[in-house]
């Protein structure tokens, strides 16, 4: 397969977001993972952490793996990052249909996406599944499905733990940590 795209706030980057990538990439013959933090999700509330420092957080989270890498579309475009406007990009960057990984909740409310059926008729999805939920197959979406290791961790419950002084050591990398810390990110939101 070579290469997938794994999208998100990365508000931040958690050890959960690490090892569900490095699944992928063991289960589903990727060999290279692209962190594509988005400028500002349709779904989720506008980031705590400013575009630069998640890219930051990313850059530090990342750096020991060979396999992971950082693709900036979404935050250089300064939006809101539908999929689709990146899988444009992305399809003329690499030279092949983009390759997304998402979550079983994703998957199932894919058709709320921006241009859903577009979308589906220029990329695939590599959708991780977290446990042992029923699937429901779509016909009209080129997926693959991948169980990975459940990870009980979300970075809003380490926001909260950051906010209220409370440890967040193992949730995510130490250098990620040392970077929150001494820049003030979450401390107050």
């Known amino acids: 397969m070579g290469i997938a795209f794994f999208g998100g706030s990365f508000d931040p980057i958690h050890i959960g977001h690490i090892l569900v990538a490095r699944d992928v990439c063991e ?17 989720k509330p506008k980031p705590i952490a400013s575009p630069k420092q998640r890219f930051e957080m990313l ?6 793996e060979p396999w992971a ?10 939006e809101i990052s539908y999929t689709y406007k990146s899988a444009l990009i992305l399809k003329e960057k690499y030279q092949q249909p983009p390759t997304f990984i998402i979550g079983y909740d994703a998957y199932l409310t894919l058709d709320k996406w921006y241009r859903y059926e577009d979308l589906v008729k220029i990329a695939n999805f590599i ?6 939920e029923d699937i429901f197959i779509n016909n009209d979406i080129d997926a693959i499905f991948c169980n990975t290791r459940t990870i009980d961790i979300s970075s809003t419950e380490i926001r909260e733990r950051i ?10 990398p130490d250098k990620v940590l040392e970077f929150i810390l001494k820049e003030g990110i979450y401390a107050k939101s």
């Open 127 to 132: 959708v991780v599944k977290r446990g042992k």
């Open 163 to 172: 906010k209220h002084g409370k440890s967040v050591k193992y949730m995510i």
């Open 69 to 78: 890498f950082i693709e900036d579309i979404e935050l250089k475009k300064e």
């Open 27 to 43: 289960l589903c013959d990727v060999d290279k993972i692209y962190f594509m933090p988005a400028f500002i999700s349709p779904f």
């Open 59 to 64: 850059k530090l989270a990342l750096e020991d």
